[in-house]
């Protein structure tokens, strides 16, 4: 309350699959009180899911929701789940973060950590098909979810050019996982701007997010 008038609190949320939890804690450096509800191999429809158990209160008030689903569908995501996960939230609230492309993998330890043995070599999101999968469904997804109640598309490949090589040839990491979070952050992964938020700063956001280190996860998708 100020001055005996109820004041609007502005919301963040972050609902999403393994490659929202590679950006959590970067994004909770530059929005303290971020509502985060991420959980791997999630396909859209379980992340749809996951966010309609979000209180509605929360997602009304909410001024600027990231999702971060859809490579967890391959080359088949749901169209219709998509536009109904977005439903849940305000008009012209939503950036959707594009599934990043499936990479050569820079460390094969990393790659099999989190996937298993079955990784044969570098080139094997290649040489398995995945990789194109993964473009494909990208795609359909863009298609499904851009411009649709105002939601905005945030896609790692036009935000860090070329696209580098991941740790695991999946997950956002490292400096490109630095840069995704810090134009989600700065407001200019959307049309549109996020106000006070970007004046808080890249340079906190970068020194909390190396503190925090990059996530591991067990999983056979991403």
Not at 78 to 94: M, Y
Request: hydrophobic letters at 50%.
């Amino acid at each position: 309350m100020i001055g005996g008038l109820a004041v609007a609190v502005a919301v963040s949320i972050l609902v999403g699959d393994s490659q929202g939890q590679a950006l959590a804690p970067m994004l909770r450096a530059c929005r303290p009180g971020l509502v985060v509800d991420v959980l791997h191999g999630r396909p859209v429809a379980k992340v749809r899911a996951a966010a309609a158990a979000v209180p509605a209160a929360t997602r009304a008030a909410a001024s600027e929701v990231w999702i971060a689903a859809g490579g967890n569908d391959g080359a088949k995501p749901d169209h219709a789940e998509a536009r109904r996960l977005i439903d849940l939230f305000p008009v012209g609230s939503v950036v959707w973060i594009a599934p990043p492309p499936a990479t050569t993998i820079a460390s094969l330890a990393t790659a099999r950590a989190v996937f298993g043995s079955s990784v044969g070599g570098v080139d094997h999101w290649q040489t398995s098909g995945k990789a194109a999968g993964r473009e494909i469904g990208a795609g359909i997804l863009r298609h499904a979810v851009e411009g649709y109640r105002g939601a905005r598309w945030a896609d790692p490949r036009d935000i860090v050019k070329p696209y580098p090589p991941q740790q695991d040839g999946i997950h956002l990491s490292g400096p490109t996982a630095k840069a995704v979070a810090a134009r989600l952050c700065a407001g200019t992964a959307s049309a549109r701007g996020l106000g006070p938020w970007a004046r808080l700063g890249i340079a906190a956001l970068l020194a909390a997010a190396t503190v925090a280190g990059i996530y591991k996860f067990r999983t056979s998708k991403g």
